[in-house]
C-alpha cells in the first residue's frame, strides 16, 4: 500500500481519536476522529496521524517542523499559555485535555518538510520520525478506551491518541520492529525506547547516529538497501542471537553494496572499523588475549604428521543389547562411548541411548530403577507445566517476564524446522510439544527463561524421543551443557571464541594472519556455529548423527571445536587463494549451511585430535581446552642433563586410546581388535 505522497504504509488504524475541550463550552468535550499510519519513507520510518474532518478552527492546528537537529519542534501560542503548573502535565487529565490547555501555531518552514502542514489543509495533523520518539505511555488498565501518548526527545509530548475501536497493541508490535521498547522502572505504563543495560547499545547509537563514521549517507546511498541494513543492524543490537541466524552476509553485503554503489575509493567504510562495527554487537567479544587469564604465546609447533582416520559403521541394536546384563546395566559405557563416537547410533537406538548419553539415565542403573525415575520425572513435570497452564489472563498481564517469554516461544516455534514432517502442517501436534516444553522449561529456569536459539536444540530431541516428558528432562540436559551460550553476558561464547581462536593458531598460524589481516581474527563467523552446536550447517539427519558423536565428550573435551577447525580448514584453500575480504568470508562462511559432508567433517576433527594428543610440545593452553591436566612434561635442562618425563593423560584422552574396537567375525564371536593403536601422549614445555 503506498503511502499519501510516498513511502510504505505498514500500519493503519482508523477511530484513533484526539479528545479536546475546545467546544465553545468548555465543560464538553470536543473528539476528532483520524487515522493513523506507520509509514516506510525511504530510509526513515514515520508515525502519522491525520483527522478525518477538516471543518475545525484553524486556531486550533497542530504543526510540526524540524530543526537543524532533526527533532520535532512545537511551538506554542503565547497569549495561551496554561496558567497550570507543569506536574498537570504528567497525569491522566493533562493526557486528555493537552489540547486545551496548550495550543499550537504552524512554525515557519525553509526546507520543505512536509511534517509542518505548510498548505493548512490537515488540521491537528501531525507526524513524527522514530529516531526521534523518546517513549509512549499507556493508560492503566480499566480505564476506559485505550490510548498512548508520545514523548518525543525534547520533551515535547505530542496529545494522547485514543483508540476507540482498541488495537493499541497492534500499533507498539508494528513499532517494536524498527525500535526496542521496554518498559520503565519507574512507570510499567511508559514504554522508552531503545533502552538496553547491555555495553552494546551506546555503540550501535553512536555508529549509527555519528556522521562522521561515514557508514551511511542517506542522501547518496541507495534508499531501499540503507533503511535495510540500519533495520537489521537493529535487529542486531536488540537480539544477536536471532540476527546471527539470518546471517551476518546479508546485512554487510547491503551496507557494501550500497556504498560501493556511489564512490568505493571515498565512501566505503574501511575494513578495519567495519569489523569493530560488527565486535559491537556481540557484547564483550572484542577481544584481547594477552588480557586474558591463562593466555600462552604459541609459537610456531611442528605437530607431526596427521594420521587417516576411519570411521565404523552405527552401533546396531544387537551390539547395544549385548553390552547389557539381564537386569538392564551397561556393561561398559566407556566401549559404548567408543563405539557411538567412531560410527554413531542406527535410528532405532537414538531413543533409548539418547537418554543414557545426555544424562538423563544414569549408565549403571537398571531398567527397573529408570522406569521409577521416569514416573518420578513425569510428576515433576506436569506440576511445572500446570504452573504456567493455571496462569489466568489477569495474572498474565501483570507478568511481563512470562508474556515475553511466551511471545518468543510461539514466534519461534512457528518457524523451527517446518520443512521437517514431523512439525509441517498447521495444528501440528509436534509444534505444540515443543511450544508446551519450552514454555515448561521456563517454569523450570525461570532466571534464564527463553531465549531465542533454544527451540533448535529442542527440535531434533523431540522428534528422536516422541515424549514430551523425556523430550523435556533430555532437553534440560542438553542447555545444562549450553547455559552459558544463551547468559545475557555472553561469557560462554566469548570463552569458546578465544578458545576456537588459540587452537586455530596452533593448526594454522598462517591462515590465523590471513584472518587478521582482513580483520576476521575473531571469529565473529563462528559464532552460528557454536551458539547452537552447528544445528543450522547440517541437514536434519546429520545433525542427529553430529550431536550423537559429541555427547560422547569424546576424545577429548571441547571436541566441538577442532569441527570447528576442521570445517575452517577444508575452505582456507578458497579463501585464501581467491583473496576474500572481512565480507567476502562472512559471505562464504554463511552459504555453506546444508553443504557440509558430516562424516568427511568428522574424520578431519578426530585427526586434529590424534595429531594434537601425539604432539611433544603441547602448549599448555591448549591442553587446558582439550583437557588434558597434566601431560607430559619434558625438561631437557634439568640438573642430572637428563631428560625426564612424567606422562599422565586426561580421563577422556586415555579412554579413547585405551578402549579395544570389537570386530564381529563370520561365525557370530567377537575378538578383541586394538583401533587406532597409537599412543597418545601430549606434552607441554616447562621452564626448570
Request: charged share 25%.
Amino acid at each position: 500500500m503506498a503511502a499519501p505522497g510516498s513511502g510504505k504504509v505498514v500500519y493503519e488504524q482508523e477511530g484513533v481519536f484526539i479528545h479536546s475541550s475546545c467546544a465553545k463550552n468548555d465543560d464538553q468535550d470536543s473528539i476528532i476522529s483520524g487515522v493513523l499510519r506507520v509509514i516506510e519513507k525511504e530510509a526513515e520510518v514515520i508515525v502519522d496521524w491525520r483527522p478525518l474532518d477538516d471543518t475545525l478552527d484553524s486556531s486550533n492546528i497542530l504543526c510540526a517542523g524540524k530543526d537543524s537537529s532533526s527533532v520535532v519542534e512545537w511551538t506554542q501560542t503565547p497569549k495561551e499559555k496554561s496558567p497550570r503548573g507543569s506536574d498537570h502535565q504528567n497525569n491522566y487529565e493533562a493526557e486528555w485535555d493537552m489540547v486545551n490547555t496548550v495550543s499550537f501555531k504552524k512554525k515557519p518552514r525553509s526546507n520543505g518538510d512536509a511534517t509542518t502542514h505548510a498548505n493548512g489543509e490537515s488540521k491537528w495533523s501531525f507526524q513524527f520520525s522514530l529516531t526521534d520518539l523518546k517513549s509512549i505511555k499507556q493508560n492503566k488498565e480499566g480505564m476506559g478506551w485505550s490510548y498512548l501518548v508520545f514523548c518525543l526527545k525534547d520533551d515535547v509530548i505530542l496529545p494522547a491518541l485514543h483508540f476507540h475501536h482498541g488495537d493499541s497493541k497492534l500499533l507498539i508490535v508494528s513499532l517494536e520492529k524498527y525500535v526496542v521498547l521496554c518498559e520503565s522502572p519507574q512507570d510499567k505504563r511508559i514504554l522508552l525506547v531503545n533502552c538496553q543495560n547491555k555495553s552494546l547499545s551506546q555503540s550501535f547509537e553512536n555508529l549509527l547516529d555519528e556522521p562522521t563514521y561515514g557508514l551511511i549517507q542517506v542522501e547518496q546511498l541507495d534508499r531501499r538497501k540503507t533503511f535495510w541494513a540500519i533495520h537489521h543492524w537493529k535487529k542486531l543490537k536488540k537480539d544477536p542471537y536471532t540476527a546471527t541466524m539470518g546471517g551476518f552476509s546479508k546485512v554487510t553485503n547491503y551496507i557494501f553494496d550500497s556504498l560501493r554503489g556511489i564512490d568505493s575509493s571515498t565512501q566505503q567504510r574501511p575494513p578495519s572499523e567495519m569489523a569493530d562495527f560488527l565486535s559491537d554487537a556481540i557484547p564483550g567479544l572484542k577481544i584481547n588475549q594477552q588480557e586474558e587469564p591463562g593466555f600462552e604465546v604459541i609459537t610456531r609447533i611442528d605437530l607431526g604428521k596427521r594420521p587417516d582416520v576411519i570411521r565404523r559403521e552405527p552401533v546396531s541394536a544387537e551390539e547395544w543389547t549385548k553390552n547389557m546384563d539381564s537386569e538392564g546395566r551397561i556393561l561398559d559405557a566407556d566401549f559404548i562411548k567408543q563405539m557411538i563416537f567412531k560410527g554413531g547410533l542406527c535410528h532405532a537406538l537414538r531413543k533409548e541411548v539418547w537418554k543414557f548419553l545426555l544424562g538423563y539415565f544414569p549408565w549403571h542403573s537398571t531398567r527397573e530403577e529408570r522406569t521409577n525415575l521416569q514416573k518420578r520425572k513425569t510428576d515433576e513435570y506436569f506440576r511445572m507445566k500446570l504452573q504456567w497452564k493455571s496462569v489466568s489472563d489477569e495474572q498474565e498481564k501483570r507478568n511481563s517476564r512470562l508474556r515475553d517469554y511466551k511471545s518468543l516461544i510461539e514466534k519461534d516455534v512457528n518457524r523451527t524446522d517446518r520443512t521437517n514432517k514431523f512439525y509441517e502442517g498447521q495444528d501440528n501436534p509436534g509444534l505444540i510439544l515443543l511450544h508446551d516444553i519450552l514454555m515448561t522449561y521456563c517454569m523450570y529456569d525461570f532466571d534464564l527463561g527463553y531465549v531465542q536459539g533454544m527451540s533448535d536444540l529442542l527440535s531434533p530431541v523431540l522428534y528422536i524421543m516422541e515424549n514430551e516428558v523425556d523430550a523435556f528432562w533430555c532437553f534440560v540436559s542438553y542447555m545444562d551443557q549450553m547455559h552459558e551460550n544463551f547468559e545475557e553476558q555472553m561469557q560462554g561464547m566469548k570463552t569458546q571464541l578465544i578458545q576456537l581462536s588459540t587452537l586455530l593458531r596452533l593448526l594454522d598460524s598462517g591462515f590465523c594472519s590471513y584472518l587478521e589481516s582482513q580483520d576476521s581474527g575473531y571469529l565473529y563467523f563462528c559464532f552460528r556455529w557454536l551458539l547452537i552446536r552447528f544445528k543450522r550447517e547440517f541437514s536434519f539427519q546429520d545433525i542427529l548423527r553430529l550431536w550423537e558423536v559429541m555427547w560422547t565428550e569424546l576424545p577429548c573435551q571441547n571436541f566441538h571445536l577442532l569441527i570447528c577447525c576442521a570445517i575452517l580448514e577444508s575452505e582456507k584453500q578458497q579463501i585464501m587463494d581467491k583473496h576474500y575480504g572481512f565480507n567476502e568470508i562472512l559471505k562464504h562462511i554463511n552459504e555453506l549451511s546444508m553443504k557440509i559432508d558430516v562424516e568427511d567433517i568428522l574424520c578431519k576433527a578426530e585427526a586434529i585430535s590424534i595429531q594434537m594428543m601425539n604432539c611433544k610440545e603441547l602448549p599448555q593452553a591448549v591442553c587446558e581446552i582439550l583437557g588434558m591436566e597434566n601431560s607430559a612434561v619434558t625438561t631437557p635442562d634439568s640438573d642430572t642433563g637428563e631428560d625426564e618425563s612424567v606422562t599422565m593423560m586426561s580421563r577422556s584422552a586415555s579412554t579413547y586410546q585405551n578402549i579395544s574396537m570389537p570386530v564381529t567375525a563370520a561365525n557370530g564371536t567377537k575378538d578383541n581388535a586394538q583401533h587406532m593403536a597409537v599412543t597418545h601422549i601430549a606434552h607441554r614445555l616447562t621452564p626448570t
